[in-house]
């Protein structure tokens, strides 16, 4: 009790109700009141984990109070998760760790008296665990009472390991600075190539010329009597970026879909330039003897010029042209439609200060699974395709290994990502409307293929907004040690990075999300 009484005699008291009962904390216990922001789920984590959410620069765990407390009903006009325009996040402190406790509504502050406070005991309620409760305030003087939360055991029983540097036998590194094992590389007589789409058409370029992939803004910022194709510009790291409509300079049709789109950042001589373009749908490795140089007919017309090769695929059924990010905008610089002076006088000194911010920044492959984010190094991703119309079923194999198909005459095994992350089947499907992707990843002589629901991109995250997550589990833990946090043009975005050579080790993954 010497714990909740100061020595005036009175206590200020964080009071709220969760399922309709009457809780309250420590006012100097509670870091903080507000709403609850965007939440991004994480896997592998205790029933009780919302999500995750940045506050402050801090990524921190969101437990939901009515779920570790098995409450029952809702908040007013809510729903059973207690998700209600009254609802409220506690921010707490545990092992150093700021955790976020999401309750349905607060309903005040207010000073206790001492003799209002009393062991739990005196005020029972079978449906919360007592070992959970510092006390109760009692009832009286036309003022409710309440349970006092003891957070301490509470967060601990749902996260045994949270802001702890290692866990069980030190099996975790929580650095900062953890960074992930050895990847293997793209083999020399390979070309690593980025599938974009125009106007429903293929066109690809080299990955080592894509800096990044991001979303094309809300805001674009126009430039007056620019041609078509000078789209505007836009911001990415407080530096400006040109943007080049590439169906626009190729003179095609207008997309069905009339979407956002996607801005592929491109290394040019003028500086960085972000090509707009429909969707980025793969990823693939090519051998150099499939990508053919472009027919002498067509090489010495202007319109060619941007083009490198041809990559034949699918036994020449599939032909995809292979542009230069060096010659791109010289399209049709004989009647002024290239990029021109302008867009380099744009740049500036900006451009500069943003190419050396990418030098101090990581390059993800980033999918998209179950409503969130992941990304995995570019170095470990051979290749990005869609899911094959069969799979050949393993058997005796892992329940997340949904079976076999071939790749260039080798075995390749499909991990359905979904199950081995224990995500729930049939929520948040391929924004691309189809059997989503398969994401090829490998670490030495490992190899496997990643059922996933749809690609965001390639994304670069600098030094400074990458973080550690917060250690939910120790199988979490393992895949996911870091997280990048980004936030552009009022966008927010929370990329979970993963660890492909963990990823690869499946048997040892299997011993520990198998059941005690």
């Known amino acids: 009790m010497a714990a909740i009484i100061r020595r005036d005699g009175v206590r200020s008291f964080v009071f709220f109700t969760v399922g309709g009962m009457g809780l309250a904390l420590p006012l100097d216990s509670v870091l903080e009141i507000l709403r609850p922001p965007a939440l991004v789920p994480i896997p592998l984590g205790p029933p009780s984990l919302e999500g995750l959410a940045r506050r402050r620069g801090a990524v921190l765990p969101v437990i939901g109070l009515r779920r570790v407390l098995g409450l029952a009903g809702t908040g007013e006009g809510g ?3 207690g998700e209600t325009k009254a609802a409220r996040l506690l921010i707490v402190r545990h092992n150093g760790q700021p955790v976020g406790l999401l309750v349905d509504r607060v309903s005040g502050l207010s000073a206790v008296d001492e003799d209002r406070i009393a062991d739990a005991g005196a005020a029972p309620d079978p449906s919360i665990d007592a070992d959970l409760l510092a006390g109760a305030i009692l009832a009286g003087d036309g003022r409710d009472g309440a349970l006092i939360l003891d957070t301490d055991p509470l967060i601990e029983r749902q996260f045994a390991d949270l802001g702890r540097a290692g866990g069980p036998a030190g099996t975790a590194d929580f650095s900062v600075s953890a960074q992930p094992k050895t990847v293997a590389v793209v083999r020399q007589d390979e070309e690593q190539l980025v599938v974009l789409t125009v106007a429903e058409q293929e066109f690809s370029l080299p990955v080592a010329a894509v800096r990044e992939v991001v979303p094309v803004p809300e805001t674009v910022i126009r430039v007056p009597r620019a041609r078509p194709h000078l789209l505007g510009m836009m911001t990415l790291r407080d530096a400006l970026l040109p943007l080049v409509g590439l169906r626009e300079l190729f003179g095609l049709d207008a997309a069905k879909d009339g979407g956002r789109g996607k801005v592929a950042v491109l290394r040019t001589a003028e500086g960085p330039v972000g090509v707009v373009v429909e969707d980025v749908r793969e990823i693939l490795r090519v051998p150099r003897e499939r990508i053919d140089p472009v ?14 090769g041809i990559a034949r695929l699918d036994g020449g059924a599939r032909l995809i042209p292979v542009l230069s990010a060096g010659r791109l905008f010289r399209h049709g610089a004989g009647n002024g439609a290239g990029l021109g002076g302008d867009a380099r006088g ?33 170095a470990a991703v051979q290749e990005v395709l869609r899911q094959p119309d069969a799979v ?94 980004l936030e552009s043009g009022g966008e927010r975005r929370m990329i979970l990075l993963m660890d492909p050579e963990e990823l690869l080790d499946m048997d040892q993954l299997a011993d520990l999300l198998a059941p005690v």
């Open 79 to 81: 729903t059973a998760d």
């Open 295 to 308: 027919p002498p007919l067509m090489a010495r017309e202007a319109e060619f010029e941007d083009m490198d």
């Open 346 to 378: 744009h740049e500036g000194e900006a451009a500069v200060a943003t190419e050396a911010e990418a030098e101090r920044a990581e390059a993800f492959v980033v999918f998209r699974l179950a409503g969130a984010e992941y990304g995995l190094p570019v």
């Open 392 to 485: 050949t079923p393993l058997p005796n194999a892992p329940d997340f290994v949904s079976g076999v198909t071939t790749l260039r005459g080798a075995v390749l095994p499909l991990v359905a990502l979904r199950r081995l992350l224990r995500l729930p089947e049939g929520q948040g499907h391929g924004v691309e409307g189809d059997r989503g992707r398969v994401v090829v990843i490998a670490a030495g002589a490992a190899r496997a293929g990643l059922l996933v629901d749809g690609m965001a991109g390639i994304v670069r995250i600098p030094d400074g907004a990458i973080g550690p997550a917060p250690v939910v589990s120790q199988a979490q833990h393992r895949l996911i040690r870091r997280i990048g946090a």
